[in-house]
């Protein structure tokens, strides 16, 4: 069974958290916002997109956004969030919002949703930690997914982020700067404040081929690789779709081998 064709509209998901590329974790609202339109459209498109899906695992759920646009739309939800923060969001805006999911705190590589499921999201993640641990989280996806299921995954590009080092944005309260290690492919995302603390994050990325020989011996197959949006750091604006040559980020769709 062939992965149906990414649908553009899946990847404004991205400008509800292009907040996280221009503001320090510390300061974010992410975990506390409420319902973006982008998570709720995102939700809808994936329902129309994938009809028969039932079971759904959200990977990285943060604040629950997505994981409760999700369920709103029929979805059976597994959100699986390392912060307890995130679990806590999650479970008040599910209340709030009237629906029903499960919310889970661990990490990745030892934590148990209960598979099988029919659709594995990760949205604006992928790459923590070494290939290692890339190939060891695949591997799990494998084993939580469905025979027919799906894996949807956001990878960050590493030609954008080599293109954009150096990139720096000043405010009141921090400076931002963008970086590439092209000896490992990693992005980093800086913030400096004024008294001089420091905090960074930090993403392996891949391009298609990378992510293709990252798959071997996983369990999984690269279906199909549509490229994402992109931040314009001249203007400061999030494009929600861009060309392969100017890509922040690509989405794959993973199919069981």
Request: aromatic share 10%; net charge negative; with cysteine.
């Amino acid at each position: 069974m062939s992965a149906p064709r990414p649908e553009p509209a899946l990847l404004p998901l991205a400008s509800a958290r292009i907040e996280r590329l221009c503001k320090p974790f510390n300061r974010s609202p992410y975990y506390s916002a409420p319902l973006h339109p982008a998570h709720v459209e995102a939700a809808r498109r994936l329902r129309g997109q994938y009809p028969k899906a039932n079971r759904l695992l959200e990977l990285g759920a943060g604040g629950g956004q997505f994981a409760v646009s999700a369920a709103a739309e029929g979805f059976t939800v597994t959100a699986l969030e390392l912060r307890a923060a995130g679990v806590e969001h999650t479970l008040r805006l599910a209340r709030e919002q009237g629906v029903t999911l499960s919310a889970v705190q661990g990490d990745f590589y030892a934590a148990d949703p209960g598979g099988s499921f029919d659709l594995i999201v990760y949205w604006d993640g992928f790459g923590v930690g070494s290939d290692d641990d890339q190939r060891l989280l695949l591997t799990r996806i494998s084993g939580w997914l469905a025979p027919q299921g799906h894996a949807l995954l956001d990878i960050y590009t590493p030609w954008y982020w080599a293109d954009h080092a150096g990139y720096t944005r000043h405010t009141d309260t921090y400076t931002q700067v963008y970086g590439f290690d092209r000896a490992s492919g990693r992005m980093t995302d800086t913030y400096l404040e004024p008294g001089g603390q420091q905090h960074t994050q930090s993403l392996r990325c891949y391009s298609p081929d990378d992510l293709r020989r990252l798959l071997a011996g996983t369990g999984l197959r690269l279906a199909r690789a549509e490229p994402g949006g992109m931040f314009d750091t001249g203007t400061g604006t999030w494009h929600p779709q861009a060309d392969w040559a100017s890509c922040m980020t690509f989405q794959a769709v993973l199919v069981p081998e």
